[in-house]
């Protein structure tokens, strides 16, 4: 299979233009005629549904949650770039793309990444137009911070809640087209598989969460904006209910999934306190614009209070080891620098499994120089939602924080169009894996989700529909009839295994063996490893597993269920993704291969490439294919923020 | 030292919308004051699965109190008796070892049961279909720095739109109003600028549904504001009231035949 990313050549700058002239068009009156499914509401899938309705075609949007308000999208704190220069400190589209490339250690591509930067400043208009809040000047004018691995204030923000805000900005619009009878909202549907007739996404299958009814939905496009699959960890920083389905039953039905390896472990989470955790929380990595990263430099002192502790006795190490960049290097960095304190026995805190998992994040110094209002006014709600899950007060004693899963850069592959390898299904936001490379910096995936459902799939879905007959396969149709069987079988097997372990049981131990092997640092032997396992732990799944209850009902176990046998195939082809790739690189750190200081070391000369799997059947290997990357305009160096 | 609590929990089971509900007692043994209150049911269902029973039902998914899926009136609060918490983020440690908890689902004639603990809130997406929107195509926006909106404005209206619209001020209410809710959304899209030209309209279209929905009317309890989770001022309600009753004028003025 060759994979072919349909960029367009010639200066970088007019690449979007020209496609955008080249694409074709639908005609205003037969649009209505297309019909057009879109699976999940966050800021991609909410975005695009609401647009695609507005524009006129008939589009009907899928979520698992009770409102496609609750989209995870919503939780999202920090803030969203864009190069509005604003500040006048330089900020220029070419530098975010600059930024954005280097920050994705050179694996992404360079088209999807200017185009990114270029769509940034349409993004903050039109959130504006829909009556976004965001933070404002006393002039009346848009507020700016900044966010690592940028020297710009390019940030855009709605207090800690910028995911909410503009995520409730497309809820508005897509509700405004529901109710003009442009969209069909199907909430608490649940994608179980992807229809493909003649070689094409044809539509869905689904489960009604409520009354458990197996149904296809058929169209003449298929968007999957599902988001990501960092709950594979089981803890994670996603909500519970993110999972990895629809996006691997579409990668089981053709479509190659790409760099599943590259999983970002956000810096600053706050603290595992117990065998009973569900979930970890972040605080935003706004935090540490003002908050300082410091560990005690004595192993004695990791459990004396952190304000008996002098100054001369703190190790700062941000700051030490990355002079310009100092406590906003990118992600990786810090979490990886993290890990190494507390691997060397400084980390704080309460210990878990023997191990104290966690350094401090200071605000003391932010206080003493701007007050504590103005520290209230920028983080005020995320100290609030400190102090109620720790039980301390970060103004008094510095917060305690630890690296957890956050986001996963890799997804299914996509051309330029967003298209994945199965012809009419595309892919947008978190769920592709097309802009970030192997390491997403900051405020970037509330951008990256907005400007493919505003602005890139709603004209490269049209040039699809332009040139392609229109579905014409219906309920009877046997590839529709056998998809929908398939799926009542699956749900069926189920419930029969009635053996002992709960489905939540499974996922914690699949989490765990992921998180030590295959997490902030990798090896080989410990690859190998979980390579072993995870087929033992999915085989004793599929005999022992219990699901409690029928399938026409609200059944959560038996949700959970579909969910966790989906991860088990995932994080196989995770662990063998991070054995392929010998080499580190952003958020990937194979333990093999760094440099004396302990940095990733990429391989460009063997490496510079996307590694898309292809599935070949139950029991078979995954093939490997390869996207060559090209770096004509930001030429490949080691990535430096000293 | 970590502390460690036996409780007693009385959880109203209901098969689904049309069945009877009842009260069921569990124990929840051995659970850690840094439990969430949804972590502590976690493991009461992970007992009951051992035991081959069904698994409360509950609405949750961020964990993080932003989402607004959990909700439940805990002791007779809604989201439980920590102010300002939703239940996600209501930790064990603010409960007595040895305490009986009563936990049951939204209490409103406009959120139907759905199983347990989980309701159908949909009445509360219906009241945004009517009106709670700017209505602004995608693509056609100003550039976003021409219109200047004063920062105490933009801070008010963003006190607003903090609503999670989890339900609980409905939950709370003596009426199953969804005042606070309404008023939240219809304050935050008329205070701005940019909500102006539909201003009248959204109010009347968003009170016209919320009325359809069967929920109650406002008798100044101020229970929802007790209940929010985001600190949603009744200050709000008030200016909605204002905003409807000059919609409607304007509108009647609007409606009389002009005199020659």
Not at chain 1, 70 to 83: E, M, V, Y
Not at chain 1, 458 to 480: C, G, K
Not at chain 2, 230 to 251: C, D, G, P, W, Y
Request: hydrophobic letters at 35%.
């Amino acid at each position: 299979m060759e994979l072919k990313a349909n960029a367009p050549s010639g200066p970088i700058e007019t690449r979007w233009e020209r496609h955008r002239f080249e694409m074709k068009l639908v005609n205003p009156a037969n649009r209505r005629k297309h019909k057009v499914i879109v699976v999940g509401t966050g800021l991609a899938g909410g975005a695009l549904a609401a647009t695609l309705g507005e524009q006129g075609y008939n589009v009907a949007a899928f979520c698992y949650q009770d409102s496609p308000r609750r989209a995870h999208s919503i939780a999202a704190q920090g803030g969203i770039n864009a190069a509005k220069n604003y500040q006048n400190d330089g900020d220029s589209v070419y530098r975010l793309f600059y930024d954005t490339v280097k920050g994705g250690d050179f694996r992404a591509r360079e088209s999807n990444v200017y185009r990114l930067a270029e769509l940034s400043v349409n993004i903050i208009d039109q959130c504006v137009a829909q009556g976004v809040p965001f933070a404002r000047e006393y002039s009346g004018l848009l507020a700016n911070r900044s966010f690592g691995g940028a020297q710009v204030s390019r940030t855009f923000y709605a207090r800690g809640q910028t995911g909410q805000q503009l995520l409730l900005g497309a809820y508005q619009a897509l509700e405004r087209q529901v109710n003009a009878g442009t969209v069909t909202m199907f909430s608490r549907h649940e994608m179980l598989d992807l229809i493909v007739v003649d070689g094409r996404a044809r539509g869905i299958v689904t489960r009604d969460m409520v009354s458990g009814k197996i149904e296809a939905h058929l169209a003449d496009a298929v968007v999957l904006c599902t988001g990501g699959y960092g709950n594979v960890f089981y803890l994670s920083t996603n909500a519970k209910g993110c999972n990895v389905t629809a996006t691997w039953r579409a990668h089981r039905k053709g479509a190659l999934f790409a760099n599943p390896c590259f999983t970002q472990i956000h810096p600053t989470c706050i603290p595992v306190s117990g065998e009973f955790q569900s979930k970890l929380t972040l605080m935003s990595e706004s935090l540490r614009n003002d908050g300082r990263v410091w560990v005690p430099k004595r192993a004695e002192d990791v459990t004396k209070p952190p304000n008996q502790i002098p100054e001369e006795d703190r190790d700062y190490y941000l700051e030490r080891l990355y002079p310009s960049f100092g406590n906003l290097v990118p992600r990786d960095i810090a979490s990886r620098r993290a890990k190494d304190m507390c691997d060397k026995g400084l980390g704080v805190g309460t210990a878990v499994g023997g191990q104290r998992l966690g350094v401090y994040l200071d605000f003391k110094d932010a206080v003493k120089r701007l007050g504590r209002k103005a520290v209230e006014e920028r983080y005020g709600n995320l100290f609030e939602m400190y102090e109620r899950i720790t039980g301390e007060d970060p103004y008094e004693v510095p917060m305690r924080i630890y690296p957890a899963t956050h986001y996963t850069m890799g997804g299914l592959w996509v051309d330029y169009n967003l298209m994945s390898t199965v012809p009419g299904l595309f892919v947008g936001g978190e769920a592709n894996f097309s802009d970030h490379g192997a390491n997403r910096l900051g405020a970037s995936a509330l951008m990256q989700g907005l400007a493919d459902g505003y602005f890139v799939l709603p004209y490269t879905v049209a040039n699809y529909l332009a040139q392609t007959p229109r579905n014409t396969a219906d309920d009877t149709h046997a590839e529709v009839r056998a998809v929908v069987d398939s799926v009542k079988e699956r749900i069926n097997k189920f419930l029969s295994i009635q053996g002992k372990r709960s489905p939540d049981s499974f996922h914690r131990e699949l989490g765990k063996l992921i998180w030590d092997k295959c997490g902030m640092a990798r090896n080989k032997a410990g690859l190998e490893k979980a390579l072993q396992e995870i087929p033992r732990i999915r085989e004793e799944f599929w005999e022992n597993l219990y699901v409690p209850g029928s399938g026409e009902e609200l059944n959560q176990s038996l949700e959970k269920a579909g969910r966790v046998a989906d991860f088990l195939e995932l994080g196989e082809l995770m662990c063998r993704d991070a054995l392929f790739r010998e080499e580190s690189c952003g958020g990937h750190f194979r333990e093999e291969h760094q440099t004396e200081e302990g940095e990733a070391k990429r391989d460009d000369e063997n490496f510079q490439f996307v590694a898309a799997w292809e599935f070949k059947g139950d029991g078979v290997e995954h093939q490997v294919h390869r996207e060559a990357l090209e770096f004509e305009y930001v030429k490949p160096t080691q990535r430096s923020y000293k | 030292m970590e502390k460690s609590l036996n409780l007693v929990l009385h959880v109203w089971r209901q098969k689904n919308r049309d069945a009877k509900g009842q009260f069921v007692r569990y124990e929840a043994k051995n659970i850690s004051e840094h439990a969430s209150l949804l972590e502590m049911l976690d493991q009461v269902n992970e007992g009951l699965l051992e035991k081959g029973e069904e698994p409360i039902a509950f609405d949750h998914d961020c964990r993080e109190g932003i989402c607004g899926a959990c909700g439940m009136i805990v002791n007779g609060h809604a989201h439980g008796p920590r102010k300002a918490t939703t239940v996600c983020q209501l930790h064990m440690r603010e409960f007595q070892d040895g305490e009986e908890i009563w936990i049951e689902p939204w209490r409103a004639a406009a959120f139907p049961v759905v199983r347990d603990l989980v309701v159908d809130r949909g009445s509360l997406d219906r009241i945004v279909q009517a009106g709670g929107f700017i209505s602004t195509r995608t693509g056609s926006a100003p550039e976003a720095n021409s219109l200047p909106v004063a920062k105490e404005k933009s801070d008010r209206a963003f006190d607003a739109a903090a609503c999670i619209g989890c339900g609980a001020c409905v939950a709370a209410c003596p009426n199953a109003a969804a005042m606070l809710f309404t008023a939240a959304k219809v304050a935050h899209l008329n205070l701005l600028p940019q909500g102006e030209p539909e201003r009248d309209t959204r109010v009347r279209n968003m009170v016209a549904q919320m009325d359809a929905e069967g929920f109650g009317h406002c008798t100044n309890h101020y229970e929802c504001m007790e209940a929010c989770p985001k600190h949603i001022s009744v200050e709000f309600i008030a200016q909605l009231n204002r905003e409807f009753m000059s919609a409607t004028a304007r509108a009647r003025q609007e409606l009389r035949p002009r005199r020659k």
